[in-house]
């Protein structure tokens, strides 16, 4: 199951101290309210709009795919960015209320019919990005979580590689862990240049990074 980034909750057997503290943090996290304040659906999007500063991967006039896309800030963030003749292609197995140039398909992307549905939707055309904001449902089991999390962004590349046309860029949110460096050895064999990123957005404590691979080698 890949619930939209952000979306995970503790374990039931942890909820209700992680659950106090969580939602402590997010009522003074200075990001949530920024969001509200500025009309976007999650504080996410400053995390997509830190990337964007630093590297410029959306352009008006671009394809995109939005894996766990729900709430939908990188998607909302992206259709801005991307004008009229942008086209955004959303995912998520959560509901997501509809965004305006945003196409959205609700699914598991676990699932290989979804997938052939997200497939079909994006079409014949190539892709010029595709991220991923996607994490699982967390066990709170350190070694099951990262296997759960890396099978996620390795679908999500195997997706990519469906999608992208050459030259292409593909963003994912990675957990740090055991499987880490062999997926971004991975990306090298397959992109121009890979960059680490964690946006001031990323808490701090958090094992998240995000992979920016760019320059898609089409074989």
């Known amino acids: 199951m ?7 909750r503790p374990s039931m057997a942890k909820r209700s101290k992680s659950s106090a503290r969580w939602l402590a943090e997010h009522a003074a996290d200075p990001y949530v309210k920024r969001a509200h304040e500025e009309g976007w659906r ?24 939005d894996l766990g896309a729900a709430p939908g800030g ?8 991307l004008g009229e003749k942008g086209r955004v292609i959303a995912m998520d197995i959560l509901e997501m209320p509809a ?19 997200l497939l079909e939707l994006v079409g014949p ?3 010029d990005l595709v991220m991923s904001d996607m994490a699982p449902n967390m066990m709170g089991i350190s ?9 996620l962004v390795e679908l999500a590349l195997d997706f990519a590689g469906r999608t992208l046309r050459p030259g292409g860029d593909f963003l994912a949110k990675v957990f740090q862990g055991r499987g880490f460096q062999p997926f971004v050895a991975q ?27 760019r320059g898609y080698r089409l074989v």
Do not use: C
């Open 74 to 81: 990188w998607s909302q963030y992206a259709a801005r960015l």
């Open 99 to 117: 965004i305006p140039g945003v196409e959205f398909l609700q699914g598991d992307f676990n699932d290989e019919a979804v997938l052939q549905r």
């Open 2 to 8: 890949a619930p939209s980034a952000e979306g995970f």
């Open 42 to 65: 999650s504080r996410a999007v400053f995390k997509l709009e830190d990337i964007q500063q630093s590297d410029r991967i959306l352009r008006p006039g671009m394809t995109v795919v």
């Open 125 to 127: 055309g190539r892709v």
């Open 187 to 213: 990306l090298r064999q397959q992109f121009e240049s890979v960059k680490l990123r964690k946006p001031k957005a990323s808490r701090a404590r958090s094992a998240e990074v995000y992979v920016l691979a």
């Open 143 to 151: 070694d099951v979580d990262h296997d759960r999390s890396m099978n």
